[in-house]
């Protein structure tokens, strides 16, 4: 069913999320702010309550991970997993030691996602990545096309090139699913993994992830974890834990965590793999869907003759044509027509 959305916003940021009015908000915008100079570079590997794990020194011998917290002085903006950001202060790395960050350079991605279509909130999970890893199980947990198809309109919505990743192929085939993608044309990779990782064909998944970044989403028990200690052996993560037991009691992990995938071949190439905890859902509150026809480079120009603001699922729309004159291919027309209604539907099947 459709909804009238009057003040749809399609630029959101999570700075735009906190409708609280800062106490501070009447300070002099006069003050000039130190440049720091100074400042390392570092990237956001994960975040844990208010502490941020930076890598710096990237790709030099003195690479190391240090915890930085976000300066004041960087008030309301946000600082997320991938974020390449400015840092000062304690930069050792040593036990207790806490750095800045007091800047955070200009994103060339952002992934974001909402927790339903009516939530006006939404959270940033990723900042510059290149591809979204859309991880479902062939089955335990049974899949849902329609999570999946939420996930590609989110990636061609935020640039990313999706790869769909169908994990546990040793409980059920892949066909019947691939079929429902084949027309889309997107990437796959088959894993059947469980305890064997040793055994799984990781090179077909590794030739995707060389030299970009790949955020793996998926429901929560689909295999991102396994699949991602596979992938980066000596990081190996709690796989099929969602709460962690620390010092100040149970809490859920919400943040993604960044890895480097072991260099591997002749010239040493690497990649970095974003592993996120479960998505229940993956609202689509913030998409333009007028972007989503670039990703349909066959049926775009098809779209010359549309009404205006044709929602190219409707009586005049010039798709319909441009498909019976053969120019493209009825499975394509099908399968966006099927992206584009995914925003007005619940996703629970
Ligand atoms: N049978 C089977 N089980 C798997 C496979 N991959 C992962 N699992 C199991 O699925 C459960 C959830 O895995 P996990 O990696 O924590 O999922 P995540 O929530 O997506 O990170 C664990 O018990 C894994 O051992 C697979 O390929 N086949
Ligand atoms: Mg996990
Ligand atoms: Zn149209």
């Given amino acids: 069913m459709a909804k009238a959305r009057s003040t749809r916003r399609t630029d959101f940021d999570e700075d735009d999320v906190r409708v609280r009015p800062s106490r501070r908000g009447s300070r002099p915008r006069t003050r000039t702010r130190p440049k720091h100079e100074d400042a390392e570079t570092g990237r956001v590997l994960t975040i844990d309550r208010g502490r941020y794990t930076c890598l710096v020194d990237e790709g030099t011998r003195r690479e190391h991970e240090i915890t930085a917290m976000k300066a004041r002085e960087l008030g309301r ?22 750095a800045r960050i007091v800047r955070v350079e200009d994103r060339d991605s952002v992934l974001r996602r909402t927790a339903d279509d009516d939530d006006p909130y939404e959270r940033i999970i990723v900042a510059n990545a290149d591809q979204l890893a859309i991880v479902t199980a062939l089955a335990d947990p049974e899949p849902r096309p329609r999570l999946i198809d939420r996930c590609l309109v989110a990636a061609y919505d935020a640039g990313l090139e999706p790869l769909l990743v169908l994990t546990k192929a040793d409980l059920a085939p892949p066909e019947s699913l691939l079929e429902l993608y084949g027309p889309l044309g997107v990437p796959y990779v088959v894993t059947r993994g469980g305890d064997a990782y040793d055994d799984w064909d990781l090179d077909a998944m590794r030739a995707y992830l060389d030299d970009r970044t790949t955020v793996f989403v998926g429901h929560s028990g689909v295999g991102k974890t396994t699949l991602v200690n596979a992938l980066v052996p000596d990081r190996k993560r709690a796989v099929g834990h969602v709460n962690v037991v620390t010092g100040r009691g149970r809490h859920t992990t919400t943040s993604a965590l960044t890895l480097r995938l072991p260099p591997h071949g002749e010239d040493g190439v690497s990649g970095w793999v974003v592993d996120t905890p479960g998505v229940r859902s993956f609202g689509l509150n913030h998409i333009d869907l007028g972007r989503i026809i670039h990703a349909f480079p066959d049926l775009e120009p098809g ?47």
Wanted: with cysteine; glycine share 12%; net charge negative.
């Fill in 77 to 98: 903006k946000g600082v997320v997993v991938g974020d390449r950001v400015a840092i000062v202060g304690d930069l050792s790395g040593d036990k207790g030691a806490l």
């Fill in 303 to 349: 779209t010359e003759g549309c009404p205006r603001a044709c929602s190219h699922d409707e009586p005049d729309c010039a798709l319909d044509a441009w498909v019976e004159e053969g120019h493209a291919d009825p499975a394509r027309l099908y399968s966006l027509r099927r992206l584009l209604a995914t925003r007005e539907q619940a996703e629970g099947d």
